[in-house]
């Protein structure tokens, strides 16, 4: 095989590399929360709305500036992934209307022709503006909730659990568009290798599905942690 045909063999091998283990995070994460970071996260927010609406005008603030930061932290990645978009917009502008050929180098394997490196640039771009929509929306959430994290839990026949279960669940929509973003900048990093060959995305495909398994799945010890959490707080409930 020619290395202009690795592309592609090995390009759609690391990308379904990275869509099968996050089929598998998406049903680990419904299935079995518990042994997931995102899904412990998602209930860990459950219990802080529980513990900031509990009492409001002793916890509004700590909630409130709580919940500035992660816009802030959001705001950064948002600015950042457009900015990277429009920076790749213009270098591939320049690139285009340049009369020289692509240059050629042994370390770069693979298709080397004009298009393919507009492809290769086009997919980049694309990953970032998927970032940039996901942080926007995860800005768009956490205000929503920092108005209403402050609110007392209206009375109900659920114990004045209705309000605080759809804060906790605008809290969570927040953060889980923070994780796409993250994702998004992930598989961008796979996409920018890529125009340094195909060898060098497909190694580090595989090398990200592996990092991402070990920062996505939880201990054994920090599930035991959190049962234990979850007795005290069903034998609190029950005094």
Same mark, same amino acid.
């Given at each position: 095989?020619?290395?202009?045909?690795?592309?592609?063999?090995?390009?759609?091998?690391?990308?379904?590399?990275?869509?099968?283990?996050?089929? *598998?995070?998406?049903?680990?994460?419904?299935?079995?929360?518990?042994?997931?970071?995102?899904?412990?996260?998602?209930?860990?927010?459950?219990? *802080?709305?529980?513990?900031?609406?509990?009492?409001?005008?002793?916890?509004?603030?700590?909630?409130?500036?709580?919940?500035?930061?992660?816009?802030?932290?959001?705001?950064?990645?948002?600015?950042?992934?457009?900015?990277?978009?429009?920076?790749?917009?213009?270098?591939?502008?320049?690139?285009?209307?340049?009369?020289?050929?692509?240059?050629?180098?042994?370390? @770069? %394997?693979?298709?080397?022709?004009?298009?393919?490196?507009?492809?290769?640039?086009?997919?980049?771009?694309?990953?970032?503006?998927?970032?940039?929509?996901?942080?926007?929306?995860?800005? =768009?959430?956490?205000?929503?909730?920092?108005?209403?994290?402050? @609110?007392?839990?209206?009375?109900?026949?659920?114990?004045? =659990?209705?309000?605080?279960?759809? @804060?906790?669940?605008?809290?969570? =929509?927040?953060?889980?568009? *923070?994780?796409?973003?993250?994702?998004?900048?992930?598989?961008?990093?796979?996409?920018?290798?890529?125009?340094?060959?195909?060898?060098?995305?497909?190694?580090?495909?595989?090398?990200?599905?592996?990092? %991402?398994?070990?920062?996505?799945?939880?201990?054994?010890?920090?599930?035991?942690?959190?049962?234990?959490?979850?007795?005290?707080?069903?034998?609190?409930?029950?005094?």
């Amino acid at each position: 095989m020619g290395t202009e045909h690795l592309d592609f063999l090995l390009v759609p091998l690391g990308l379904l590399a990275v869509a099968a283990y996050h089929a *598998w995070l998406i049903v680990a994460i419904h299935r079995k929360p518990e042994r997931t970071v995102i899904g412990l996260n998602s209930l860990a927010r459950r219990r *802080w709305v529980d513990a900031m609406m509990s009492d409001p005008q002793k916890n509004g603030v700590l909630a409130v500036q709580t919940v500035r930061n992660n816009i802030m932290a959001s705001t950064v990645l948002a600015t950042t992934a457009i900015t990277l978009a429009s920076l790749i917009g213009v270098f591939t502008g320049i690139s285009t209307s340049s009369s020289q050929p692509p240059p050629s180098s042994l370390l @770069v %394997l693979g298709n080397k022709a004009p298009l393919a490196t507009s492809v290769k640039f086009f997919a980049i771009t694309v990953c970032f503006m998927l970032a940039f929509l996901c942080h926007v929306q995860s800005i =768009r959430y956490y205000a929503h909730v920092s108005f209403l994290v402050s @609110v007392p839990p209206s009375p109900s026949s659920r114990g004045g =659990r209705l309000s605080t279960a759809y @804060v906790a669940r605008s809290l969570n =929509r927040g953060g889980l568009f *923070w994780s796409l973003g993250l994702r998004a900048f992930y598989v961008s990093f796979n996409l920018f290798l890529w125009i340094f060959g195909p060898i060098a995305m497909f190694v580090s495909c595989y090398v990200m599905v592996c990092m %991402l398994y070990f920062l996505d799945t939880t201990t054994k010890s920090t599930r035991d942690h959190n049962e234990s959490l979850r007795g005290q707080e069903e034998m609190k409930e029950g005094v």
